[in-house]
């Protein structure tokens, strides 16, 4: 198993070029995260996936926008980047919510994206 | 949500017992505690989770107060890679969203 995989691992764009992060697992998991981690701080949730074709927003979704059209992938897009979205990208994937509590997060390695 | 409270940094010597305290006084009956540690230049990893019994397992052990306003963490042995940025976070029932604050980073001498 790979586990979560993310693509690319580094990233270098102009303000207001797009790009699209994928994100990719292989443990048949039913939901999937990004979260956005900047320097010093902790992870903040961007938005998520609760199963093949349904996203939410999470506490930070402005100028994101993502898309799960197959279950093991999870696509984070940025329409037109600024320099505030500088920062390390993460990807999760988690089986289900049906035993409260006892879910367990599996993450990616991240995404290191730079805006000038 | 119920937001959780950790020190900023930690030390300890390698070999020793790491005792990781973390506040959550607003925490409600249905809260889980869990912990996830990031090692540095990773992804945050799962260490433990409980509700309100203590909870052991090969990573660690987790000791939750009687009145459930506060839990630690606990590493038996400290390792040098077992130095991280760890989280405490309080998961609510059918939140499915975890919600990190800035965490304690916890350094281990040689």
């Known amino acids: 198993n790979a586990g979560v995989t993310q693509t690319p691992k580094f990233r270098v764009l102009k303000t207001g070029q797009s790009m699209t992060l994928l994100c990719a697992q292989d443990m048949n998991h039913e939901y999937m995260y990004w979260y956005r981690q900047d320097p010093g701080m902790g992870l903040r949730l961007i938005h998520y996936s609760v199963g093949e074709g349904t996203t939410a927003k999470g506490e930070v979704p402005d100028g994101y926008n993502v898309s799960r059209l197959k279950k093991q992938n999870f696509l984070l897009g940025l329409e037109s980047a600024a320099p505030s979205q500088t920062s390390v990208y993460f990807c999760?994937?988690?089986?289900?919510?049906?035993?409260?509590?006892?879910?367990?997060?599996?993450f990616g390695p991240g995404t290191r994206l730079t805006v000038l | 949500d119920a937001k959780t409270t950790q020190p900023n940094s930690m030390e300890s010597n390698e070999e020793e017992p790491v005792h990781l305290p973390c506040n959550h006084s607003?925490?409600?009956?249905?809260?889980?505690i869990h912990w996830y540690r990031q090692l540095p230049s990773q992804g945050p990893e799962y260490v433990i989770h409980?509700?309100?019994s203590n909870v052991n397992n090969r990573m660690a052990s987790l000791a939750i107060a009687e009145d459930r306003k506060s839990s630690t963490l606990i590493l038996h042995r400290a390792t040098l890679r077992d130095a991280a940025v760890y989280y405490c976070?309080?998961?609510?029932?059918?939140?499915?969203?975890?919600?990190f604050g800035a965490g304690t980073i916890l350094r281990v001498k040689s």
């Open positions: 976070i309080l998961d609510m029932e059918y939140g499915n969203k975890l919600v």
């Open positions: 999760a994937s988690s089986y289900s919510r049906t035993s409260p509590g006892t879910d367990t997060q599996y």
């Open positions: 409980g509700l309100t």
């Open positions: 607003t925490i409600s009956g249905t809260d889980y």
